[in-house]
């Protein structure tokens, strides 16, 4: 299941609403409502003293004159609902607001009675009357309750606010960092640096569009490192190519030279041979040229296969009967063997034969008169093996690797002055084949001596 960032948004706004709201209830009740308490304390305790001060002089007033007194006093109190009380000496109350009257006498008769009745009731300040009697400024208890506090309620919107402005400022910071790092790697891209990656493996929006990047950059450096060897091969190629043609051509010069040349007398057997020569070394280049085209056309995918379903191991028979006459005329001894009655494959059967023949050419050139070489067909793992061995010379460990590169001449080659037979790119047009048929082919040594081909390729 794909992560996506509104969760962790909706979350982190959620977290922080719970976060604000419990900050403000903890402000509103450890901080704002002791406040507010002392506030109204003092202004109680202000508003008592006056009124019992007024009082002194008169300790009997009328209802009229002490209802307009403590009216007037209440009102200055600010904190609202408070409750002011003159106690007359004889016992009786007289309260305002005046709807508080029975709930306040009953408090007072409770004085003796369960605690439990007292506690709803808070005391604000309480003075004497000089004559007799008593002021007292009260207020429920219940107005301790926070959510209840009007002017502390207010405070739950800057507090959330501020608290959702410092969550949001870090989800915003945290998600702007993530996409400086998309943007960072995206301007190392296009300025050419294909060695960043952002490695996000969040899961979410984000992080999958940062793990697209790292792909779509590693497949960049894959194709650049592509285009780099093809180009690399491309410039060795002609390289290469000026290189084998040369030699012919300047053979080819020489020898037409001599033969223009009218202070050089030659018999009719110089002169047939310089003209062979020249026959030859023009075979030569045509050899080199037909190969160099058909390589080019097999690695730029321009010469089409037809697939077809095939025994491998009958072609493999049908090509070692046509190549017998030549290995017998040669003094070597060619053999087949198939470990398996049959061996279906799909692929084109000319192509096949193609890179049969050019093993067979290269045993022919290389093994020497006396030598034995065998094709063996097998299976492992759904896949057959046309194994082509000899006893050869054989090539050193280091240059397995290398002899089925284009022009690539192994130090056997060398040392028996074969130069001038075969184009070099015979191997590279096996290889070519046989990968195109998603095979496989390589080259091992064989103890004591020798040297086997080995082409693999997968079963129908």
């Known amino acids: 299941m794909k992560r996506s ?56 007033p009328t209802a009229a004159v002490l ?19 003159y106690h007359r000496p004889d016992g009786t109350i007289e309260a305002m607001p005046k709807g508080r009257t029975e709930t306040i ?6 004085t003796t009675g369960p605690e439990g009745r007292r506690d709803r009731i808070e005391v604000l300040a309480r003075h004497a009357v000089q004559g007799g009697g008593e002021v007292l400024a009260l207020r429920p208890v219940r ?35 993530r996409l400086r790092g998309i943007e960072a790697l995206a301007g190392r891209v296009a300025a050419g640096d ?17 793990a697209r990047l790292d792909d779509m950059t590693d497949r960049l450096a894959e194709n650049r490192a592509q285009l780099e060897a093809n ?5 060795q190629l002609f390289a290469d190519i000026t290189h084998e043609l040369a030699t012919p051509l300047t053979s080819i010069k020489g020898s037409a030279e001599t033969l223009l040349d009218a202070n050089v007398h030659l018999s009719e057997e110089d002169r047939t041979r310089y003209v062979r020569g020249v ?34 191991a009958a072609l493999c ?63 492992l793992d759904g896949r057959f093996l046309a194994t082509l061995s000899d006893d050869g010379p054989g090539l050193p460990a280091g240059e397995l690797e290398s002899v089925f590169e284009r022009f690539y001449r192994g130090s056997v080659a060398k040392s028996a002055g074969d130069l001038r037979e075969g184009s070099g790119l015979g191997l590279a047009i096996v290889r070519e084949i046989v990968e195109r048929h998603g095979g496989t082919i390589h080259a091992k040594a064989r103890q004591p001596r020798g040297l086997s081909m080995v082409i693999e390729l997968p079963a129908a």
Do not use: C
């Open 143 to 177: 107005m301790r309750d926070p959510i209840g506090a009007s002017r502390a309620a207010l405070l739950f919107l800057p507090v959330a606010t501020i608290a959702s402005l410092g969550a949001g400022l870090v989800l915003v910071r945290l998600l702007a960092r």
């Open 194 to 210: 294909l060695s960043g990656r952002i490695n996000d493996n969040s899961g979410d929006e984000i992080g999958r569009i940062a």
């Open 67 to 85: 209802d307009t007194l403590m009216a007037h006093h209440r009102a200055n109190m600010g904190q609202r609902p408070a409750w002011l009380v």
């Open 231 to 235: 180009d690399s091969q491309r410039r």
């Open 317 to 379: 028979r049908n090509t070692i009967e046509r190549f017998a006459p030549r290995f017998q005329a040669a003094g070597l001894a060619l053999a087949f063997r198939t470990l398996v009655p049959e061996a279906w494959i799909e692929a084109d059967g000319l192509r096949i034969e193609q890179a049969l023949d050019n093993l067979l050419v290269n045993a022919l050139r290389y093994v020497p008169r006396g030598g034995a070489v065998e094709l063996e067909v097998s299976r």
């Open 5 to 60: 960032l509104f969760w962790p948004i909706a979350g982190f706004a959620l977290l922080t609403l719970v976060l604000g709201t419990v900050t403000q209830l903890w402000l509103v009740d450890r901080v704002i409502i002791p406040l507010e308490s002392r506030e109204s304390k003092a202004r109680a305790e202000v508003v008592a003293a006056t009124l019992a001060g007024e009082l002194a002089g008169s300790p009997q």
């Open 279 to 312: 026959l030859e070394e023009a075979g030569r280049m045509d050899r080199m040229i037909r190969d160099v085209f058909e390589l080019a056309r097999l690695e730029a995918g321009a010469s089409p296969f037809v697939l077809e379903r095939l025994d491998f």
């Open 105 to 110: 006498a009953s408090w007072f008769a409770g």
